[in-house]
């Protein structure tokens, strides 16, 4: 399973030339669709229709994760409270990826630091 944060879903949703290659990357290693949590279009969006264009049309290809359960929440508080860095938003983000699941991030330090103390979750970062 792969959960995109912000950064993951800007960096994939730029069409460009890297982005496409990592986007047939993420295919052959059987990782597509990534899922995107709600909380996450929060950060990718900017409310312009003109400005999202790109990411609107690039979230059609992803899973839409549209509730968090109780048991989630509870759990990135958890690892953002062991971690001592980190969003609610990235907290949440590794709590979706557990257990053996890769977050695709620009974030390096915070996601890394929360996913230290997660279940087997990978981190790459774009």
Known sequence: ML???????SRLSARTKSALSLIGALRAHELWPPIVPT?????????DPRRDANTHRFLKMCIIEPAVSERTA?????LRRRARA???????VVAIAEPGGMVLTGD??????LAAHADA???EVV
């Open 3 to 9: 959960v995109l944060d912000s950064g993951g879903v």
């Open 39 to 47: 909380m996450v279009l929060v950060e990718s969006l900017h409310g």
């Open 74 to 78: 509870r759990r990135a508080a958890e």
């Open 86 to 92: 980190g969003s609610a938003v990235d907290a949440l």
């Open 108 to 113: 390096r330090a915070d996601i890394e630091a």
């Open 121 to 123: 979750v990978a981190v």
